[in-house]
């Protein structure tokens, strides 16, 4: 299957471009994506979704891509962003969905399960794991174990990170996208973090060490070249108030739920996903082997079988 051509679908005050594919009457089954990417992102997922029956529904998310991208930081808030998926559920005339994200797309389906249950049939999270709110400001947090020069740090100074990967976006696409060391860490190296020393001492890499194809590389740079970065790092820029927001909240996940790490993850590595099983009691749990952050990519057909093979057992 051809990625499928995409919508744009008013919802929540903002024009979202949407990847849909499936039928209307399968499951319905929501793909969230991760900074910095793309609806397309999902590519292999949606065909091997699509083909089982489900029907899949992949937006660029608000401030990515073909999506609106408003400016302002307090534009990026949780309950906007829930907003924003609810209100493309309801364009569909879905009423509940399996919320699917990876990296950024995990850290706001997690929380759709706790502030708008009713929308969320099941939950699968891609690398980032379901973990309990912080005990103080995360940003504070980064800073304190990787230092000021750690990428969340340092993306809260305004314009700073539009500022390096504006005009680079060939070389900050074959930057981000390289494969993992593969020696398992348990925890992560801090000048893994340190995006802006590395990159500004990034010189090019061979084909053979990238994860993603060339070609797919290239309409990720035109993308961002034209939506530019801002949107995606307000995400990053929201982490206080959202951290503030969710004071009080319960953080028991009612919903079946799939947890899928990847052992050579440095960002989210596995040993985040112990302790899930205290906040969430219908659970399974899979690591793949050889993978880092970028699992749709680097281990497209894997990822594909478990989600299909759970999503089967569980809401055929």
Same mark, same amino acid.
């Given at each position: 299957?051809?990625?499928?051509?995409?919508?744009?679908?008013?919802?929540?005050?903002?024009?979202?471009? =949407? /990847?849909?594919?499936?039928?209307?009457?399968? +499951?319905?089954?929501?793909?969230? /994506?991760?900074?910095?990417?793309?609806?397309?992102?999902?590519?292999?997922?949606?065909?091997? #979704?699509?083909?089982?029956?489900? *029907?899949?529904?992949?937006?660029?998310?608000?401030?990515?891509?073909?999506?609106?991208?408003?400016?302002?930081?307090?534009? @990026?808030?949780?309950?906007? #962003? !829930?907003?924003?998926?609810?209100?493309?559920?309801?364009?569909?005339?879905?009423?509940?969905?399996?919320?699917?994200?990876?990296?950024?797309?995990?850290?706001?389906?997690?929380?759709?399960?706790?502030?708008?249950?009713?929308?969320? %049939?099941?939950?699968?999270? =891609?690398?980032?794991?379901?973990?309990?709110?912080?005990?103080?400001?995360? +940003?504070?947090?980064?800073?304190?174990?990787?230092?000021?020069?750690? *990428?969340?740090?340092?993306?809260?100074?305004?314009?700073?990170?539009?500022?390096?990967?504006?005009?680079?976006?060939?070389?900050?696409?074959?930057?981000?996208?390289?494969?993992?060391? !593969?020696?398992?860490?348990?925890?992560?190296?801090?000048?893994?973090?340190?995006?802006?020393?590395?990159?500004?001492?990034?010189?090019?890499?061979?084909?053979?060490?990238?994860?993603?194809?060339?070609?797919?590389?290239?309409?990720?740079?035109?993308? &961002?070249?034209?939506?530019?970065?801002?949107?995606?790092?307000? @995400? &990053?820029?929201?982490?206080?108030?959202?951290?503030?927001?969710? %004071?009080?909240?319960? @953080?028991?996940?009612?919903?079946?739920?799939?947890?899928?790490?990847?052992?050579?993850?440095?960002?989210?590595?596995?040993?985040?996903?112990?302790?899930?099983?205290?906040?969430? %009691?219908? #659970?399974?749990?899979?690591?793949?082997?050889?993978?880092?952050?970028?699992?749709?990519?680097?281990?497209?057909?894997?990822?594909?079988? #478990?989600? =299909?093979?759970?999503?089967?057992?569980?809401?055929?």
């Amino acid at each position: 299957m051809n990625f499928p051509k995409p919508r744009r679908i008013a919802s929540n005050g903002i024009e979202l471009s =949407v /990847h849909l594919a499936g039928s209307p009457d399968g +499951v319905a089954v929501l793909l969230l /994506h991760g900074w910095p990417e793309l609806a397309r992102s999902w590519k292999h997922q949606m065909a091997a #979704l699509a083909k089982a029956g489900f *029907y899949v529904i992949a937006p660029d998310m608000r401030g990515f891509g073909g999506s609106d991208c408003p400016q302002e930081i307090d534009a @990026y808030g949780i309950d906007i #962003l !829930l907003a924003d998926m609810t209100g493309l559920l309801d364009a569909l005339d879905v009423e509940k969905a399996i919320w699917v994200g990876h990296d950024w797309g995990g850290f706001i389906s997690w929380p759709a399960a706790l502030l708008v249950p009713d929308r969320v %049939a099941g939950l699968i999270g =891609v690398n980032t794991p379901h973990s309990p709110r912080a005990p103080v400001d995360p +940003v504070e947090l980064f800073k304190k174990f990787f230092g000021d020069d750690n *990428y969340i740090v340092r993306f809260q100074e305004p314009e700073f990170a539009e500022s390096v990967f504006t005009g680079r976006e060939e070389e900050f696409f074959d930057f981000i996208f390289g494969k993992p060391p !593969l020696n398992k860490t348990s925890s992560t190296p801090a000048t893994a973090t340190h995006f802006f020393t590395r990159f500004a001492n990034f010189t090019g890499a061979e084909e053979n060490t990238l994860v993603m194809p060339k070609d797919e590389r290239a309409i990720f740079a035109s993308t &961002y070249a034209k939506s530019g970065f801002t949107g995606g790092i307000n @995400y &990053y820029r929201n982490l206080t108030a959202n951290w503030k927001r969710m %004071a009080g909240v319960d @953080y028991t996940v009612h919903q079946p739920s799939l947890m899928i790490g990847a052992d050579l993850d440095f960002f989210l590595p596995p040993k985040l996903i112990d302790g899930m099983e205290d906040r969430i %009691a219908d #659970l399974e749990v899979h690591v793949i082997k050889n993978s880092g952050h970028w699992t749709q990519w680097e281990a497209p057909e894997e990822l594909s079988n #478990l989600m =299909v093979s759970w999503l089967q057992r569980r809401f055929r």
